[in-house]
């Protein structure tokens, strides 16, 4: 039985506004990868991954870069690239953990406290990619398809 991919479900004026929001965050966040606030990221890089700090630093500014023009200017493929968003806010969490375990003071977060406090906001980050694209409503319509639920052949 084949999965057919239903068409990407229309999203509202705030879903799209909220998509171009966080499409501009992250084009900031990655020029500031490259710029300002590179030691800041650097903390960020756990020990274990074996690359150089700074070459993860630069490529992971520019696929934000990247990553959140194409939120801006490509709205025809705001599932896929919600679906992209999500899994690099997944990729980019054992940063968030590492500079918690390890207490690296970075952005502000000087305290083991603070740390902690900014670890539940990468899964809302999740959220955000995948409801402002319109990728969860599509998820859950695929979803729907491959169980053959709003099937009229009944």
């Known amino acids: 039985m084949a999965i057919t991919s239903p068409e990407?479900?229309?999203?509202?004026?705030?879903?799209?506004?909220?998509?171009?929001?966080?499409?501009?965050?992250?084009?900031?966040?990655?020029?500031?990868?490259?710029?300002?606030a590179?030691?800041?990221f650097r903390a960020q890089v756990p020990g274990?991954?074996?690359?150089d700090v700074d070459l993860v630093v630069i490529l992971s500014g520019i696929v934000e870069i990247a990553l959140g023009l194409a939120l801006v200017l490509?709205?025809?493929?705001?599932?896929?690239?919600?679906?992209?968003?999500?899994a690099f806010?997944?990729?980019?969490?054992?940063g968030n953990v590492s500079q918690y375990v390890d207490?690296?003071?970075?952005?502000?977060?000087?305290?083991?406290?603070?740390?902690?406090?900014?670890?539940?906001f990468q899964?809302?980050?999740?959220a955000w990619a995948l409801w402002s694209t319109g990728a969860w409503a599509w998820w859950q319509a695929r979803r729907r398809s491959a169980n053959g639920e709003g099937d009229d052949h009944g």
Not at 10 to 34: E, K, M, N, Y
Not at 123 to 126: F, I, K, R, S, Y
């Open 103 to 120: 207490g690296e003071a970075a952005f502000g977060l000087d305290s083991d406290l603070a740390r902690l406090l900014r670890l539940p």
């Open 48 to 51: 274990w991954v074996p690359l």
């Open 8 to 36: 990407p479900p229309p999203t509202s004026r705030l879903q799209d506004a909220a998509r171009l929001v966080l499409g501009l965050g992250l084009a900031f966040a990655g020029t500031s990868h490259l710029a300002w």
């Open 38 to 40: 590179r030691t800041d």
């Open 74 to 86: 490509l709205a025809g493929r705001r599932v896929l690239l919600g679906l992209v968003a999500a």
């Open 123 to 126: 899964p809302v980050l999740v």
């Open 89 to 94: 806010f997944v990729a980019v969490f054992p």
